[in-house]
């Protein structure tokens, strides 16, 4: 049974910094296209930021950009999310996905992953 297992979420000050962890177990995804998403209250889900199989190649949401890192170690079946410079609006549930079709594509619509995890909620306050 294939699980993705996301930690690191939390309560943080504005401008502060989190990093969010996904483990993945049941199948490797080292050559698999993986990502971050974030859902807000009332909001449709939206991309944070996705990544290559190899990891090699990287995008981001426009609201994230340079602030966000997203990396991975297929050596570990694990996917990360580092967070710097946070702001209230980037109060969420964070997941992580990964697809089962998708490898040296950055993969920027939710259709295109087939497994996520249940999110972990990072709150920032003001």
């Known amino acids: 049974q294939v699980q993705l297992a996301e930690s690191g979420g939390g309560l943080v000050q504005a401008g502060g910094s989190l990093r969010l962890s996904c483990a993945a177990s049941?199948?490797?995804?080292?050559?698999?296209?993986m990502g971050w998403f974030r859902q807000a209250p009332g909001k449709e889900r939206e991309v944070v930021g996705i990544?290559?199989?190899?990891?090699?190649?990287?995008g981001y949401g426009d609201s994230v950009k340079g602030r966000f890192t997203i990396s991975r170690d297929n050596a570990k079946n694990t996917l990360y999310l580092q967070m710097n410079s946070l702001k209230p609006e980037d109060t969420a549930i964070y997941y992580c996905?990964?697809?089962?079709?998708?490898?040296?594509?950055?993969?920027?619509?939710?259709?295109?992953?087939?497994?996520w995890g249940q999110g972990t909620q990072v709150t920032v306050s003001s």
């Open positions: 996905a990964a697809s089962a079709r998708l490898t040296y594509t950055l993969a920027y619509r939710l259709g295109d992953y087939d497994y």
């Open positions: 049941g199948r490797t995804f080292s050559r698999n296209a």
């Open positions: 990544i290559t199989g190899s990891g090699g190649s990287t």
